[in-house]
Structures are given as structure tokens and as C-alpha cells.
């Protein structure tokens, strides 16, 4: 069974910083690209950011260009994002999600996600 | 920056009526497009992927259809468990980056 479990999430004062877990089990994490894709509370999904199987290539929305940072730990199983300069419009409910290219393109995993809430 | 617009944002129907829901976006994407279904308190499930492939385990009532800029995800016969926001994804080659649309919040009478 596929499973892709998030953590990390929290309150955070605007200007700090956090960083997101997600670890996933039931597949070969190594083949596979990674997005997180985030959701603020009674809005739409909004597509953060992913990474390539190898790390070799990341993207990002531009909303969060140069302050948030995504990585990976094949031999861990885990799927990271960094996040830095946060502000109140970054508060959202954050899922990780099994980003694939071909059959079926699209994004065809996700978490149940984990909040986070920057506030002072 | 390609806009993806869904309508209408609201749609209310009852069991056995058929769901037409819209998305359109500001310039072509072939056929890089993707249905995705909300319930309440989920995480989001892929429906559809390349305009008008059903995904794994959807059933025969989920639709869609479309290329370039315009797209339709159809449901043929309302059941109350469709109850949920839907949404469409188009995706670019490279960089390959995603964009959501705004959502089409279906309801059931």
C-alpha cells in the first residue's frame, strides 16, 4: 500500500523558518519525482514546488522562489521542504504528493498533509 | 504564466443529473491536462489524466474531454458520494512546473 505521511508543520512567526518531512512507503521512492502542493484554509490547491528522482532538478511556484528550498533523502524514504521568510500568505495545509511523468502523468499519491500557520 | 479558469464555481444538482464542469485556459496546453476530485477533509485524488484518461480505479461515469484551451470533465450520473470540489491541473514539459484552477465546488440536493 502506497502511503505518504507529512510532519513538521506548526505555528511560526512571520520571518522564521520550518522545515516539512514527508516519508513514504509502498513504492521505489528513488524513481520517482516529488512535488508538495499546499492549500490555504478554504482555498484552492496551489502547486509549490518538485524535485527530479536524482535531485538534480527543482522548480518552484515564483511565490516562493529564494525563500523556500525542496531536497530529498532516497536512502530515507523522505521528501523535504525548506522553508524560510515565511509569511501569513505561506499558511496552508501542506501535502506531499508521487509526481509522475508518464502513466498516469499527474500527480497520483498525496498525504493527508500537515498545517502550517505563520502568525504572530 | 498560463491561467487556468474553471466554471461555474458553484454547481448544484441532484442524484441521477449529469455534471458538465468547465475549464479554460489562457493559452493552448494540447492535451496536458488533469481532473482532480476534493472531498471534504481529503486530500485531493487524480480523476483524470491527458484530458480524457480515467486513472486507476475511477469509475465509467468520470469523464473528460478537450485540447488546447478548452476542456470539459463530465459526470454522467450524479451520485451523492460526488459531493466535492473539483479541479483541473495543466502541466508544462519543462521546467515541469503545474498550475490549478480555482476549483468547481459540486453539490448535491
Known amino acids: 500500500e502506497v502511503q505518504l505521511v507529512e510532519s513538521g508543520g506548526g505555528l511560526v512567526q512571520p520571518g522564521g523558518s520550518l522545515r516539512l518531512s514527508c516519508v513514504v512507503s509502498g513504492f521505489t521512492f528513488s524513481s520517482f519525482w516529488m512535488s508538495w502542493v499546499r492549500q490555504a484554509p478554504g482555498k484552492g490547491l496551489e502547486w509549490v514546488a518538485n524535485i527530479r528522482q536524482d535531485g538534480s532538478e527543482k522548480y518552484y511556484v515564483d511565490s516562493v522562489k529564494g525563500r523556500f528550498t525542496i531536497s530529498r533523502d532516497n536512502a530515507k524514504d523522505s521528501l523535504y521542504l525548506h522553508m524560510n521568510g515565511l509569511r501569513a500568505e505561506d499558511t496552508a495545509l501542506y501535502y506531499c504528493?508521487?509526481?509522475?511523468?508518464?502513466?498516469?502523468?499527474?500527480?497520483?499519491?498525496w498525504g493527508q498533509g500537515t498545517l502550517v500557520t505563520v502568525s504572530s | 504564466e498560463i491561467v487556468l479558469t474553471q466554471s461555474p464555481a458553484t454547481l448544484s444538482l441532484s442524484p441521477g443529473e449529469r455534471a458538465t464542469l468547465s475549464c479554460r485556459a489562457s493559452?493552448?496546453?494540447?492535451?496536458?491536462l488533469a481532473w482532480y476530485q476534493q472531498k471534504p477533509g481529503q486530500a485531493p485524488r487524480l480523476l483524470i489524466y491527458?484530458?480524457?484518461n480515467r486513472a486507476t480505479g475511477i469509475p465509467a461515469r468520470f469523464s473528460g474531454s478537450g485540447s488546447g484551451t478548452d476542456f470539459t470533465l463530465t459526470i454522467s450520473s450524479l451520485e451523492p458520494e460526488d459531493l466535492a470540489v473539483y479541479y483541473c491541473q495543466q502541466r508544462s514539459t519543462w521546467p515541469r512546473m503545474y498550475t490549478f484552477g480555482q476549483g468547481t465546488k459540486l453539490e448535491i440536493k
Open positions: 493559452q493552448g496546453v494540447s492535451s496536458n
Open positions: 504528493a508521487r509526481d509522475v511523468i508518464v502513466l498516469p502523468p499527474g500527480l497520483d499519491y
Open positions: 491527458d484530458a480524457s
